[in-house]
């Protein structure tokens, strides 16, 4: 029965974006911008075929700002009013919900993904909408949020889908800078849960501090998050060297920038020497990324992995074909300022563009490799 409402779901989701897509696939390309879309392809490469009892897909989305427009006294979310800068209506509200929808329900495929971070969430009520009472209300997802101390009041958030990830723990962990003791972030959230009964994941969501003020003057305050994330990761590996850790968000750097090399001690697959060592797939990805910036596209948005997914000799591992940027053309738009394309984004400036986000999603799947 979940298996037909799910399908059920994703084909009247799916029919909406189709449309759009193979409008936008005759003028848009790729992330690169050269790749052209052709097929049946969202774009090529992307396998939306179903992943049974034996596989699970993960994604990680920077949403870009899913705030609702009741007023909470305790965070700075006043542009997020009715009476606001933005004019954030409901109207508003419930486009940006059933856009996130439709992006969620296209990373899928034929099925929709199993686990989704997100980072980018106002609160417990916007995820509580998004599952109950958006394009995904009938899909059965849960999810799994702490309350972060961040002014804005942006948080991460975990989606699962209870029949193939089932929850056991979760704990927030708090960044205290120490030279800088009145700041104050995002939490890192820790889910470990079983994949289809069998195997326990770690599951990290992150949304580290943002560049703005400068890349070198904000730098300390990323270091201090890998920092932070490599403790509790080696936390896991002392008790097991073999845990299966998945590492997800927006990082806010590239894979060779010191937060990622020198404080989570995330190394490109080839770098590796330690059991100990991280694998950062982003590192594999050789051009394009998930967010632009002027003319350049950066690729700030990652999956980190220990050792017991990369090197799994049983049980789930990381599918062989790795980390992907979802790029469907739906998600672009042409970038009149500079070469290309960029993001369908929510807003332009303060101009509302009735987009998607300001990033592109990321994905990849876990596959059983003790499966015959």
Known sequence: MYRNLTWSLFLAVSLFIQ?????????????????????????????????????????FYNVENLFDNLDDPGKNDEEYLPGGIRNWSDGRYWAKQN???????????????EIVGLCEVENRKVLTDLVTRSALQR???????????????VDVALLYRPEKFRPFHHKALRLRFPFDTAAKTRDILLVSGKILNQDTLHVFVNHWPSKFGGAKETE??????????????????????????????????????????????????????????????????????????????????????????FRAASGFGIHPSGMHIFEAPFLLVRDENNLGF???????????????????????????????
């Open 19 to 59: 449309a759009e897509g193979q409008k936008s696939a005759r003028s848009h390309r790729s992330k690169a911008d050269t790749a052209e879309v052709s097929g049946p392809e969202w774009f090529p490469g992307f396998d939306d075929s179903p992943r049974g009892r034996n596989a699970l897909r993960v994604m």
């Open 99 to 113: 856009a996130i929808a439709r992006v969620i329900a296209a990373v899928g495929g034929w099925e929709l993904p």
């Open 139 to 153: 899909a059965g997802y849960d999810f799994i949020h702490e309350e972060s101390p961040d002014m804005r009041g």
């Open 220 to 309: 300390p305050r990323r270091l201090f998050a890998g920092q932070t994330l490599r403790k509790a990761c080696d936390s896991l590996l002392k008790a097991n060297p073999s845990a299966k850790i998945l590492i997800m968000g927006d990082l806010n750097d590239e894979h060779f920038e010191p937060s990622l090399r020198e404080g989570l001690r995330a190394l490109p697959p080839e770098e590796v020497t330690k059991p100990s060592d991280l694998y950062s797939l982003g590192a594999l990805i050789k051009e394009g990324g998930t967010h632009k910036f002027q003319q350049y596209w950066h690729l700030i948005d990652h999956f980190i992995v220990s050792g017991g997914l």
């Open 342 to 372: 960029k993001p369908n984004r929510t807003f332009e400036g303060m101009r509302y563009n009735g987009g998607f986000a300001d990033h592109l999603p990321i994905y990849l799947d876990l596959v059983n490799t003790s499966a015959p």
